[in-house]
């Protein structure tokens, strides 16, 4: 059995038809989706910017962290909750589409990069290490965090 017939029985499962059949289901949980990705985003584009140094300067860094923090996690649950309700709507479409699977490896090095290296940079503090090699981090984290977005207004363009 391959991992896609398993997300196409999940997909025949009775919330997950009503959410895709019903008029109003899946623009709920797009909405719910894009809201999540919206906070998700705003939270990452602060502790971004803090570390690169623009903005915010008479807060820690370290602080900001902590307190974007749950904010960050909730918008991530979301985000991910309401994405696998999306996508298992129907799998084999999204499976088919190659703008999908970059925003998933996207979505994974944007994961792993803001919970390993962006999290050892705002534990240290944006002075413990030089401003150039700070904006390089937080470009490359933005990079990533916004390219999950575009990927994903891809997938209604591109095949």
């Keep these: 059995m391959s991992l896609l017939s398993v997300f196409e029985t999940l997909s025949n499962w009775a919330p997950i038809v009503f959410v895709r ?3 109003y289901g899946m623009p709920g949980i797009e909405s ?3 809201t999540g990705l919206t906070v998700l985003l705003a939270t990452v584009l602060v502790l ?3 570390l690169a140094g623009f903005g915010m300067k008479e807060y820690e860094l370290s602080w900001l962290a902590r307190q974007l923090k749950p904010w960050t ?3 991530l649950t979301v985000v991910i909750s ?3 309700l999306i996508f298992l709507g129907t799998p084999g479409k999204y499976v088919a589409s190659d703008p999908f699977r970059f ?3 996207l979505l994974c090095l944007a994961i792993l990069f803001h919970f390993s290296v962006l999290r050892r940079f ?3 503090g944006s002075n413990a290490r030089p401003r150039t090699v700070n ?3 937080a470009c490359l984290s933005l990079t990533f965090w916004f390219g999950v977005g575009w990927a994903g207004r891809a997938i209604a363009f591109v095949p």
């Design 82 to 84: 309401s994405g696998l």
């Design 32 to 34: 719910v989706h894009l």
């Design 21 to 23: 059949d019903s008029k």
């Design 48 to 50: 971004d910017l803090r």
């Design 73 to 75: 996690l909730g918008a």
């Design 122 to 124: 705002t534990s240290a």
């Design 103 to 105: 925003k998933m490896c």
């Design 135 to 137: 904006v390089i981090v």
